[in-house]
Nanobody, 125 residues
Framework: QVQVVEFGGGLVQAGGSLRLSCAASGRTFSNAMGWFRQAPGKEREFVAGISRTGGSTYYADSVKGRFSISRDNVKNTVYLQMNSLKPEDTAVYYC???????????????????WGQGTQVTVSS
């Protein structure tokens, strides 16, 4: 069974930075990884994704230029560096990975099967 665990959420002032980490275990191969977020009363939305090798990344327009996703396959860990944070970035952030081997970077919720428990990010104005 694949397990996904996120770390690194917290409270930060607008303009500040946070780095989220996501550790995946229980699988013998690397696969695409994605970060999503869900604000109260809103649907879960794609934030950033990275291919299994790290050679391809994809970002939502709302975070492009401010967030950066990377991975360390030796540590089976994916990172989301968030800079220039805004109050509208406040949400629970989730890390996820597909069950089947995927080429590229899926961007939809239904493309991902294994999810972490989420970590709260709060940006104060």
């Amino acid at each position: 069974q694949v397990q996904v665990v996120e770390f690194g959420g917290g409270l930060v002032q607008a303009g500040g930075s946070l780095r989220l980490s996501c550790a995946a275990s229980g699988r013998t191969f690397s696969n695409a990884m994605g970060w999503f977020r869900q604000a109260p009363g809103k649907e879960r939305e794609f934030v950033a994704g990275i291919s299994r090798t790290g050679g391809s990344t994809y970002y939502a327009d709302s975070v492009k230029g401010r967030f950066s996703i990377s991975r360390d396959n030796v540590k089976n860990t994916v990172y989301l560096q968030m800079n220039s944070l805004k109050p509208e970035d406040t949400a629970v952030y989730y890390c996820a990975t597909p069950r089947k081997f995927v080429v590229g970077v899926p961007t939809t919720v239904v493309s991902y099967d294994y999810w972490g428990q989420g970590t709260q990010v709060t940006v104060s104005s």
